[in-house]
């Protein structure tokens, strides 16, 4: 339900299949979720109720005008192709609305889907950025594993713990990051759940900085360079990332991206593609604003 600038754009890595297709989905993001009355839902809306802008197609009524409609939580959510994974082979065609006793089993296997496909999304990129090292082999268990796991029955997906499997997988995701984030700076930063709420890092040389589930909504990042900088679930919720350097950061998403705000000068990795809401136009140069650094070589 991403209002990004361009849906179809092709990535340009092997994610191309960890992209909502909402054509081939029975709207169950829109159905699945619970919503609560806030910033970002309009309305309060129960878990396996359909929301009230759902259409019989199962698009939405309001696609275009979510935002100013007061659904900007819509507008940001990304299931990383958990949609169509569960209605097209996981329940084989078949959505609740015509088949009405596979609802609950439906939604509850979405849920599971999601998380299973998100782990996908970054076990895929840790094997981009080290194609070649002592963890490859590691990784593409890893990867193999949580690929056979979406491709369970109902059943089986619906009695799956994924946050105890998020757990498992997490470490070795970490000890990615450690590596890539080591040819940066040979003691990068860690700063992972830290408070960075509205903090002020214009201009900041977060390079390599351990960002992992830090809290940065409202930030100030413009000009900030996120180069190798790990993003791992960090909350970027309008955040200001206007002329950042976000190209080479590590397992950054497109929710992230869709909840905060950018521009034109704000570089993006290519796996991503860049929001609606975003300006057009790029920020005027500032002094205080990072300049990009030579790379270091790999070793």
């Not at 002592?134 to 990784?139: A, K, Q, T, V």
């Not at 900088?229 to 955040?239: E, F, K, P, S, T």
């Amino acid at each position: 339900m991403s209002d990004r600038a361009d849906d179809s754009a092709h990535l340009a890595d092997g994610r191309h299949d960890l992209r909502a297709d909402c054509g081939r989905c029975a709207g169950l993001c829109c159905v699945a979720p619970a919503f609560a009355a806030s910033a970002d839902f309009a309305v309060d809306k129960p878990a396996g109720q359909p929301c009230r802008n759902l259409l019989a197609d199962f698009g939405c009524g309001i696609h275009d005008s979510l935002r100013d409609r007061g659904f900007p939580g819509c507008a940001v959510f990304d299931c990383f192709g958990a949609g169509q994974q569960v209605t097209q082979v996981t329940f084989g065609g078949r959505d609740w609305r015509g088949t009405p006793e596979i609802a609950t089993s439906m939604f509850t296997v979405f849920t599971v889907m999601r998380q299973l496909r998100e782990l996908l999304w970054y076990l895929t990129e840790a094997l981009e950025l080290l194609p070649d090292c002592p963890l490859s082999s590691e990784l593409d268990r890893a990867r193999e594993r949580t690929e056979r796991l979406t491709g369970a029955s109902p059943d089986e997906l619906a009695a799956f713990d994924a946050t105890a499997y998020r757990q498992e997988i997490g470490p070795l995701l970490t000890r990615v990051s450690e590596v890539v984030r080591a040819e940066v700076r040979d003691s990068a930063p860690d700063r992972s759940g830290a408070d960075l709420i509205e903090a002020n890092l214009r201009g900041a040389d977060l390079r390599g900085t351990g960002l992992r589930g830090a809290y940065l909504l409202g930030a100030d990042l413009r000009g900030a360079d996120l180069r190798k900088a790990d993003l791992l679930g960090a909350d970027l919720r309008v955040a200001d990332l206007r002329g950042a350097f976000l190209g080479e950061s590590l397992f950054l998403t497109q929710p992230q991206l869709d909840a905060a705000n950018g521009d034109a000068a704000t570089t993006i990795p290519p796996s991503l593609t860049r929001p609606r809401h975003w300006s057009t136009s790029a920020t005027p140069a500032d002094p205080t604003t990072a300049r990009p650094r030579r790379r270091r070589r790999r070793r």
